[in-house]
T-cell receptor, first 112, second 115 residues
């Protein structure tokens, strides 16, 4: 079945780069997403990448996609305290309705 | 990005009562809306998919008579938790998508506490 896996926790120093990793199982996924969730809030779409792309950059965010290994990563440059949140990786299900399959989320803690 | 409004943000109710949660797409027509449930420190669990003008499709294990979903217009879907019990206490989040678009926009979530 479809599955998305992420490491659960990442701690970085303010100003450093953060790299959050994700693996997925559905090789037919057309889009892959990164969402951010702050405490008590909904999900904010950060960025997404189409499956025929290897990399996408948007300001401080860089997404890398390795289709062969089914590996997706999100790099946040110059990480700030406001980046502390839970980051969810997601893929579109091939099972219809374009449902999203989410990973468990990676809690990013930024310390001074 | 598009805006999805969800109300209320927090509700406390007595056991046995029903609670309605609204999800509105403010600046686009949402042909499909999704309802999720999130337990503390866990990921989102899809409960049901709702298409405008038709019956919702529920995920396995979700009681359709317990969680009533109505998607009567292109900008509004509602989730009613009927005869709520303490085990229904959770964080409920909706999302909306336009036609066959590949982006889901999420509401801010509703925290339900059943006493």
């Amino acid at each position: 079945g479809e599955d998305v896996e992420q490491s659960l926790f990442l701690s970085v120093r303010e100003g450093d780069s953060s790299v959050i990793n994700c693996t997925y199982t559905d090789s037919s996924s057309t889009y892959l997403y990164w969402y951010k969730q702050e405490p008590g809030a909904g999900l904010q779409l950060l960025t997404y990448i189409f499956s025929n792309m290897d990399m996408k950059q948007d300001q401080r965010l860089t997404v890398l996609l390795n289709k062969k290994d089914k590996h997706l990563s999100l790099r946040i440059a110059d990480t700030q305290t406001g980046d502390s949140a839970i980051y969810f990786c997601a893929e579109i299900s091939s099972g219809g309705y374009n449902k999203l399959i989410f990973g468990a989320g990676t809690r990013l803690a930024v310390h001074p | 990005g598009a805006v999805v409004s969800q109300h209320p943000s927090w509700v406390i109710c007595k056991s046995g009562t029903s609670v309605k949660i609204e999800c509105r797409s403010l600046d686009f027509q949402a042909t499909t809306m999704f309802w999720y449930r999130q337990f503390p420190k866990q990921s989102l669990m899809l409960m049901a998919t709702s298409n405008e003008g038709s019956k919702a499709t529920y995920e396995q294990g979700v009681e359709k008579d317990k969680f009533l979903i109505n998607h009567a217009s292109l900008t509004l879907s509602t989730l009613t938790v009927t005869s709520a019990h303490p085990e229904d206490s959770s964080f409920y989040i909706c999302s909306a998508r336009w036609r066959e678009g590949n982006i889901q926009y999420f509401g801010a979530g509703t925290r339900l506490s059943v006493l």
